[in-house]
């Protein structure tokens, strides 16, 4: 059975005034004009445009005028009987809903399509319509992001139109969400960028730094790098390695400053000192305390998986200058001593 096309698909609720309104159509209205508000934000818009998929053509009349009711006017409807023809109009246009009715004949192959249509990456809201519970069916719709009206009445069902607003507001939240998630992806990736600039942009300084305080070492570097076998050093290496520092000190800082970036200063100021101590015992100068602590940042901000990295940075700058204080305190009482 090929695709039905006729003017009957544009439906006119003007042209059904005359349609009787059962009791249960009354309280879905009064039901509506309570909920009304409740959709404001988020209202089914005008050309709506769904797909009916079941073995005989469904009577949407109902649905028709109950959008009509909500503001949704000139809805459009088709309706396809065949797995075939479903696979190729949803290749061949896009609809706001897919609507697929369910029974105990056709159950197999209509789950297989809804598996199929969910696989070929079509990701349109769809509503599994069935007469009785099933457990299958439902377990179905929850592995395809599906939503499921059981009722007897099927299309004629005064919760049709509530199902289908809830499907459209299910399909505009998983956007919303992926949305949110792509740039939150991207500002991750550019604070990452900035942490590696950042930190980039110190290490220049505690070279420069290091340049100003032992301008020989640096003329003796130059020197050597001219000497045969030495071409391939790059002109950006660190003047003065940084001397072997224990094991014990660099698992402690490295401590101390996870601890640092999570609580802030708080009760560390002791710990701060003592590692401090334990540098300057080490005859580490401040450019070299520098580059251990930008290792130990370095560390952290690779670590990091999905966190932020500025936070990290900020209480990473906070920790160097108060260690920087410390430092030159402990220089101070060697230098008395």
């Known amino acids: 059975m090929s695709v039905k096309h006729d003017k009957h698909n544009l439906i006119d609720a003007d042209s059904f005034a005359g349609f009787p309104q059962t009791e249960a159509d009354s309280a879905y209205t009064e039901n509506t004009e309570q909920s ?17 998929i079941s073995r005989v053509r469904p009577v949407w009349v109902g649905l028709a005028l109950r959008l009509d009711a909500i503001g ?3 809805p459009r ?16 246009d896009s609809y706001d809903c897919l609507l697929i009715e369910i029974d105990s004949e056709t159950r197999k192959s209509r789950l297989e399509l809804l598996n199929a249509i969910r696989i070929s990456g ?37 919760a049709l139109l509530s199902v289908v607003q809830r499907a459209l507001s299910m399909q505009q939240l998983c956007e919303e969400n992926h949305q949110l998630q792509v740039e939150k992806h991207r500002r991750l990736i550019r604070e990452r960028d900035e942490a590696e600039r950042l ?36 002109k950006s290496d660190p003047p003065v390695e940084l ?13 101390l400053l996870r601890t ?48 932020s990295s500025r936070h990290v940075m900020s209480r990473a700058d906070l920790l160097a200058l108060e260690m920087m204080v410390h430092l030159g305190e402990c220089y101070q009482k060697k230098k008395r001593g």
């Open 199 to 234: 930190l980039n942009q110190q290490r220049s300084m505690v070279e420069e730094l290091q340049n100003l305080v032992y301008p020989d070492v640096l003329s003796d570097q130059q020197s050597d790098s001219e000497l045969p076998g030495t071409s391939g050093l790059h």
């Open 77 to 92: 409807f088709e309706w396809v009987s065949t797995a075939e023809e479903a696979l190729t109009q949803l290749r061949n």
């Open 260 to 307: 640092y970036v999570i609580m802030g200063a708080g009760n560390l100021k002791d710990e701060i000192l003592q590692i401090a101590e334990l540098l300057a015992a080490a005859d580490l100068t401040p450019p070299q305390v520098l580059e251990f602590h930008l290792q130990c940042v370095e560390l952290i901000v690779k670590g990091l998986g999905n966190r």
């Open 122 to 158: 079509c990701h349109e809201p769809a509503i599994l319509l069935l007469a009785g519970p099933d457990d299958q069916v439902t377990q179905a719709a929850c592995e395809n992001q599906a939503e499921v009206l059981v009722s007897t009445a099927m299309w004629e069902s005064p």
């Open 243 to 255: 001397p072997q520092i224990p094991f014990e000190v660099r698992d402690y800082y490295h401590e």
């Open 72 to 74: 949704c006017s000139e």
């Open 36 to 52: 009304s508000d409740r959709f404001l934000q988020q209202p089914i818009p005008s050309g709506f445009k769904a797909l009916f």
